[in-house]
């Protein structure tokens, strides 16, 4: 292992954390923006030019509120849930492909922490053990409400994981890959001319069931609208959360930004091709490999940023589920469309193998 | 000592301390998390054994999934110190017996079983997605089809057991 490698590495991880983190900090003050512009206000707008300091300010607020624990017999579980629902949607982003390899220095650097052969299924483990982080902690507050809010939250991730793990099946089949990059490169460009007929080589347009369901199922994981089952404040005061305080809370609060930035990062590696755009091969003809590959980091985050927008977009426009009609949803419609999905793309693989 | 060796012992240690916290702690929600560090451990030692696959698989399966269902039947069961039955005497004199009777099975068992020829860690491709599905898929088609139908007969007893409660209430 020679130095430039861990040089490399660890400069790598340093940006993605601090993009990650700035990201999901910009998000809360977007989601707010976006949502006084659906409903007709005018929103935050005291701290900085045009409110653009109210995350720190946010920050600032949190980090100065009392720090309570509640009476519990667990108080270690208390502080460890938070700390896991954090650290568990901070490490998905180690396996993201952000953009193609930068040639720095004679080196050959490729614009992701970790390139693991399985790191789709990396990811449904890391988000898997994200619903300890809830469970976890709405347990150890001790309180009905909290505990009804993790049941709540963790049933609804579990049940919306088979559906998203079955969406992505289809797309592993033409893929033939589990690696995120490998995925991401065959999706190369925006028109396939290479088969008899052209067709888009982006997935969203060979997949489009298999998208819809991997979008409902990340809403779903997200606990967003009209998924927020979880922290439904009608019913249950805050969900899981209810007992939280300082920056405990924000560890929760944050985490979901977090997970939203993910999930949409996913979505858009998955099915809208990454760091591809139309026209990849002329920018890298004409203008270099190097300058090719930043055009494409910025493709890639355009198409994540618009994928947190749809979030907030249908937070402000859909109203939330009730708990049945989320299970109903999850069980009976999604669950059997992604086996159905799964066998039409088996049969049309074998019929074009032949 | 080499950084493997300093890990596999690590991971060693770990899976050896929950493994006996699992048993030993009075919280049965306790007993379930140091389950699930056992459960990392392992993946671990996988992990060791070039087996990435099998590693994330694990965790998914066992920490994601089994282990959350687990915490779910217990943290609605409200396990109080007070509601738990103290149990009779015998009971426990037989529980000890059972216990110790298995573990003596396992000793010799372990004991008499051939070291296996220990498959060479240097090749690192050996526990892809791709060796391992040519391998489940060619050589060992019949016992990989026939745990599916095990596990497809075991759903469908699962739900038929769940259903029957149903019809009679209604």
Not at chain 1, 68 to 80: D, H, Q, S, V
Not at chain 1, 157 to 175: C, D, F, P, Q
Not at chain 1, 323 to 342: E, R, S, T, V
Not at chain 2, 151 to 156: D, G, K, P, T
């Amino acid at each position: 292992m020679d130095l430039g490698f861990v040089i490399e590495k660890s400069a790598i991880i340093l940006v993605i954390f601090a993009i990650t983190m700035l990201i999901a900090l910009y998000s809360t003050f977007g989601e707010r923006v976006f949502a006084s512009y659906f409903q007709d206000r005018l929103g935050p707008n005291r701290a900085g030019p045009g409110g653009l300091l109210q995350p720190l300010a946010d920050g600032v607020k949190m980090f100065t509120k009392e720090d309570f624990i509640p009476e519990t017999p667990n108080k270690f579980l208390f502080i460890f849930g938070p700390f896991l629902f954090m650290t568990t949607a901070l490490i998905t982003s180690s396996v993201i492909p952000w953009g193609d390899t930068l040639t720095l220095f004679g080196r050959e650097v490729k614009l992701q922490a970790a390139d693991i052969n399985v790191a789709i299924l990396f990811v449904f483990g890391v988000v898997s053990i994200g619903v300890y982080g809830i469970m976890l902690g709405g347990w150890a507050s001790n309180n009905k409400f909290s505990l009804l809010g993790a049941v709540r939250a963790s049933s609804q991730m579990i049940s919306y994981e088979v559906a998203m793990g079955l969406s992505i099946i289809a797309v592993l089949m033409m893929t033939g890959t589990l690696s995120l990059r490998g995925i991401v490169e065959q999706q190369h460009g925006f028109i396939d001319w290479s088969g008899n007929i052209p067709w888009f080589s982006w997935n969203v347009f060979k997949q489009p069931v298999a998208f819809i369901i991997f979008l409902v199922c990340a809403f779903a994981e997200t606990n967003r609208t009209p998924f927020d089952l979880p922290e439904c404040e009608s019913e249950l005061v805050g969900g899981y959360h209810t007992e939280y305080s300082s920056m405990k809370l924000g560890f929760y609060l944050f985490a979901e930004y977090i997970n939203m930035f993910i999930s949409s990062a996913l979505i858009s590696l998955l099915f809208f091709g990454g760091f591809n755009y139309p026209g990849m091969d002329w920018v890298a003809h004409n203008l270099g490999g190097n300058l090719a590959t930043l055009v494409g980091v910025g493709v890639m985050f355009t198409k994540t940023l618009f994928g947190i927008f749809f979030y907030m977009w249908v937070r402000w426009t859909v109203p939330r589920f009730r708990y049945d009609q989320l299970m109903n949803l999850g069980w009976k419609i999604l669950i059997p469309l992604a086996i159905l999905n799964i066998l039409i793309t088996g049969f049309v693989i074998i019929l074009n193998g032949n | 000592m080499s950084l493997t060796l300093i890990a596999f012992l690590f991971l060693s240690l770990v899976a050896v301390f929950c493994g006996l916290m699992t048993v030993l702690s009075k919280n049965p929600i306790h007993s379930v998390i140091y389950l699930i560090g056992c459960f990392f451990a392992i993946a671990g030692h996988y992990l060791l054994l070039n087996a990435q696959f099998l590693a994330v698989v694990h965790i998914i399966v066992y920490a994601g999934a089994i282990m959350v269902l687990f915490l779910f039947t217990l943290m609605l069961m409200n396990l109080n110190k007070e509601s738990e039955k103290h149990k009779a005497a015998i009971a426990r004199i037989g529980a000890v017996i059972a216990a110790g009777a298995m573990m003596l099975v396992l000793v010799a068992v372990l004991k008499r079983a051939d070291s296996l020829a220990i498959p060479s860690t240097q090749n690192i491709a050996i526990g892809t997605i791709e060796n391992l599905g040519r391998v489940l898929l060619n050589e060992y088609l019949f016992p990989f089809e026939f745990a599916s139908v095990l596990l497809l007969s075991a759903m469908i007893g699962a739900v038929l057991l769940a259903k029957k409660d149903h019809q009679k209430a209604a």
